[in-house]
């Protein structure tokens, strides 16, 4: 009775090996394609994708009526100044374009990214806005960025950021929050 069972176990793995080499022959083992056997007995091909990359697509800012139309000309000045690689100054940046568009009336003395939103609340009248997506503040707002000491500042464009460059990216600082100055 064992002898039957090992034959019959012996004929059904030798019958598989073969089917398994009819359907793969002619099929040619490849890194950038995969070959594979139609309905109708053709080999058909496909590329193989080893990574796959979608851009993500933001929508531009939203104009908010009640902030001070100074923002968003803040906004222009910084964009048109910006550099094309940051020159880790983002705070300098923003602070000079605050005080060229008439926003505020004197130069911030706080030296660093992380202490801005503080300063502009407390000396310049800012307030903090309640968005938690750095993508859905509006156009002329000052988004502070930071984690412990280290910390980025920008000024939300029509379509991305700008402090002392330009980008349309997503900080690698956590958003602490995002300033807005209404129109009085």
Same mark, same amino acid.
């Given at each position: 009775?064992?002898?039957?069972?090992? @034959? +019959?176990?012996?004929?059904?793995?030798?019958?598989?090996?073969? %089917?398994?080499? =009819?359907?793969?022959? *002619?099929?040619?083992k490849?890194?950038?394609?995969?070959?594979?056997?139609?309905?109708?007995?053709?080999?058909?091909?496909?590329?193989?994708?080893?990574?796959?990359?979608?851009?993500?697509?933001?929508?531009?800012?939203?104009?908010?009526?009640?902030?001070?139309?100074?923002?968003?000309?803040?906004?222009?000045?910084?964009?048109?100044?910006?550099?094309?690689?940051?020159?880790?100054?983002?705070?300098?940046?923003?602070?000079?374009? @605050? +005080?060229?568009?008439?926003?505020?009336?004197?130069?911030?003395? %706080?030296?660093? =990214?992380?202490?801005? *939103?503080?300063?502009?609340?407390?000396?310049?009248?800012?307030?903090?806005?309640?968005?938690?997506?750095?993508?859905?503040?509006?156009?002329?707002?000052?988004?502070?960025?930071?984690h412990?000491?280290?910390?980025?500042?920008?000024?939300?464009?029509?379509?991305?950021?700008?402090?002392?460059?330009?980008?349309?990216?997503?900080?690698?600082?956590?958003?602490?929050?995002?300033?807005?100055?209404?129109?009085?």
């Open positions: 009775m064992q002898r039957f069972f090992f @034959l +019959v176990f012996v004929s059904l793995a030798a019958l598989l090996s073969t %089917t398994i080499n =009819a359907r793969s022959e *002619g099929l040619a490849s890194r950038t394609r995969f070959y594979y056997s139609n309905f109708d007995g053709s080999i058909g091909s496909a590329r193989i994708i080893h990574r796959y990359w979608v851009p993500v697509v933001h929508p531009d800012a939203p104009v908010d009526s009640r902030l001070d139309p100074r923002l968003r000309k803040a906004a222009t000045i910084a964009q048109e100044r910006a550099n094309a690689r940051s020159q880790s100054r983002c705070w300098q940046y923003v602070k000079t374009a @605050l +005080v060229e568009s008439g926003v505020i009336d004197s130069y911030p003395k %706080t030296s660093y =990214a992380t202490e801005a *939103g503080e300063e502009l609340v407390q000396n310049y009248g800012f307030k903090k806005l309640p968005i938690h997506d750095q993508f859905a503040a509006p156009l002329g707002a000052v988004l502070v960025f930071g412990g000491a280290e910390g980025h500042v920008v000024i939300r464009t029509r379509d991305g950021f700008v402090s002392d460059y330009l980008t349309k990216n997503r900080c690698k600082y956590p958003l602490v929050a995002v300033y807005g100055k209404f129109s009085s």
